[in-house]
T-cell receptor, first 112, second 112 residues
Framework: GENVEQHPSTLSVQEGDSAVIKCTYS??????FPWYKQELGKGPQLIID?????GEKKDQRIAVTLNKTAKHFSLHITETQPEDSAVYFC???????????FGQGTRLTINP | DAGVIQSPRHEVTEMGQEVTLRCKPI?????LFWYRQTMMRGLELLIY????????DSGMPEDRFSAKMPNASFSTLKIQPSEPRDSAVYFC??????????FGEGSRLTVL
């Protein structure tokens, strides 16, 4: 089955700097790759997603890139702000399945 | 819409007791998912339903766990008997199409 690896497990950046989180997946048939943000005491919430027919997608300060050949995708956050501090999860959805397999999560801390 | 509603938010019980977690999905969503979150294993899919029918229960750890969805607006996850290793946060999520997941705020279970 699908396996998703996420790095780093923790990341600390200065406010205003950029943050990058990387994920790799194992199933070449996976075709949907969302990113979720989880704040303390809350459930994860979708922040951006990308499908396998697209290489890059951007939404304001957040962007996701996908390299299907290498089977990896990344989340980029620019001009980080204190409210970006949270745990971020990548996920992959095997083709034909409606379920998501999540990475282990990255705890992002933005230092003022 | 109020979002996905889970109850109880916190549950503390003793080993051997039965635990029932409840979920009300967003109206109109055809998919319902149960996830478990722990520090060691991250977010694990336990089971998911489509139109009230269980589709994939391969993540259910053992026979002590069972899930039902008697109608489109209600689902339960039951653990009987509970064990300390079942301590985790259990999330219910719903989805209109199986893509974006809408998570509840979780039920934190502690088994003593």
């Amino acid at each position: 089955g699908e396996n998703v690896e996420q790095h780093p497990s923790t990341l600390s950046v200065q406010e205003g700097d950029s943050a990058v989180i990387k994920c790799t997946y194992s199933d070449s048939a996976s075709n949907y790759f969302p990113w979720y943000k989880q704040e303390l005491g809350k459930g994860p919430q979708l922040i951006i997603d990308i499908r396998s027919n697209v290489g890059e997608k951007k939404d304001q300060r957040i962007a996701v890139t996908l390299n299907k050949t290498a089977k990896h995708f990344s989340l980029h956050i620019t001009e980080t702000q204190p409210e970006d501090s949270a745990v971020y999860f990548c996920a992959a959805s095997p083709q034909g399945a409606q379920k998501l397999v999540f990475g282990q999560g990255t705890r992002l801390t933005i230092n003022p | 819409d109020a979002g996905v509603i889970q109850s109880p938010r916190h549950e503390v019980t003793e080993m051997g007791q039965e635990v029932t977690l409840r979920c009300k999905p967003i109206s109109g969503h055809d998919y319902l998912f149960w996830y478990r979150q722990t520090m060691m294993r991250g977010l694990e899919l336990l089971i998911y339903f489509n139109n009230n029918v269980p589709i994939d229960d391969s993540g259910m750890p053992e026979d002590r766990f069972s899930a039902k969805m008697p109608n489109a607006s209600f689902s339960t996850l039951k653990i009987q008997p509970s064990e300390p290793r079942d301590s985790a946060v259990y999330f219910c999520a719903s989805s209109p199409t199986g893509g974006e997941l809408f998570f509840g705020e979780g039920s934190r279970l502690t088994v003593l």
